[in-house]
């Protein structure tokens, strides 16, 4: 049976110190190992095939090397579980486990499953929430290094770093698309007034025709709400029994799921899509937006860039103690992206 390699090894093969070795696998290569030598460690390790002892680090290192995840429905909701997924995708790249609790709504349960992590040892934590809202802190997270996702703390001065959305920018480029195709008359079916989210996306969507010099006609904006139906009955608030030149030639809505009840709306109506309303939607959600006929342009949450972006905060919190924060802003915003497909044309002469 062949041996497993050992850290001599590594050292042997790159030719270098066996403290050396352990100083760039523990991640603290910089600024004590000559950048050659840190590459040649890695490439000697990747031939060997030789990872750290996970145990014996941790011992050596007081740290557990697990990060608590906490989150109000994630796990349980079919939404945003690519937060979790990205920041996994970080843990993991850096030696790192993750552990996942959620409390399905019911922030009554939040001091006690932090207590609950807090209990196992966990190096930091971290707390996800489907769709962008304040919260307030459970103080059990102000014990260990800690970060937001797709969330920020309610009060005036923030505890914790946060990291979300850019919706401002994302509100502003989706409707810069749709006046780039020559629309002028767009209308914008903006969710609800309880989501931090929504009005955010209505400055952006304002802020558009403002730098196009378009003006907005404020009968064509109004919440109406996030499901199927609320698209389907906003759109034919909008279309039914008008005339041609009284519609909206493009249609903006607050989520993809509002896109949905639009487009059924249209087919009601006899409407082409885009050759006589254009659609635009948001999240770019899995399963509906591609899938839509015609395929859904939509402006894409960055949401595993938010759990990649957050969870990189808290280990090099962790790995670089406090100093590394005193300078960073308490506020990561990621941006968004447009993806653009089949539903959206030139406006229709």
């Known amino acids: 049976m062949n041996r497993k390699a050992t850290a001599l090894d590594v050292a042997k093969l790159a030719g270098v110190s066996r403290s050396a070795v352990s100083l760039v696998l523990n991640g603290r290569g910089d600024g004590n190992v000559a950048k050659e030598s840190q590459d040649r460690i890695r490439q000697a390790a990747k031939e060997l095939k030789y990872s750290p002892n996970a145990i ?5 290192n007081q740290r557990s090397r697990v990060i608590g995840i906490l989150s109000d429905e994630v796990v349980v909701s079919p939404f945003d579980g690519n937060i979790i997924g990205g920041a996994d995708d970080i843990a993991r790249s850096r030696g790192f486990v993750t552990v996942v609790m959620d409390t399905e709504r019911d922030t ?4 006690s499953a932090i207590e609950t992590l807090l209990d196992r040892q966990v190096d930091g934590l971290m707390y996800v929430t489907v769709g962008l809202k304040p919260i307030e802190i459970p103080q059990g997270m102000i014990r260990v290094p800690s970060v937001l ?3 920020y703390d309610e009060q005036p001065q923030p505890q914790l770093h946060h990291v ?18 020559g629309h002028r008359d767009i209308a914008l079916l903006a969710g609800s007034e309880d989501s931090p989210a929504a009005p955010l996306r209505v400055q952006g969507y304002r802020e558009a025709h403002s730098l196009a010099g378009v003006p907005v006609r404020e009968e064509r904006v109004f919440m109406a709400g996030w499901d199927i139906d609320a698209g389907y009955h906003g759109a034919m608030k909008l ?9 909206p030639t493009a249609i903006m809505c607050a989520n993809d799921r509002l896109a949905v009840g639009v487009a059924l709306a249209a087919a009601r109506l006899g409407l082409s899509v885009p050759r006589d309303l254009s659609i635009m939607g948001y999240d770019d959600e899995a399963r509906i937006a591609d899938t839509m006929v015609p395929a859904l342009t939509t402006m894409a949450l960055p949401l595993r860039e938010i759990g990649r972006a957050a969870m990189t905060t808290l280990l090099d919190t962790i790995e670089g103690g406090e100093g590394t924060t005193a300078a960073r802003s308490m506020e990561t915003m990621v941006p968004c992206r447009l993806v653009v497909r089949e539903s959206t044309g030139p406006a229709p002469r």
């Open 149 to 151: 996702a797709n969330c």
């Open 164 to 181: 979300i959305p850019d919706e401002v920018t994302g509100g502003r480029e989706a409707t810069e698309h749709l006046l780039q195709w």
């Open 239 to 247: 279309l039914d029994d008008v005339s041609p030149a009284d519609r």
């Open 108 to 111: 009554a349960r939040d001091a």
């Open 56 to 60: 014996a680090l941790s011992l050596r």
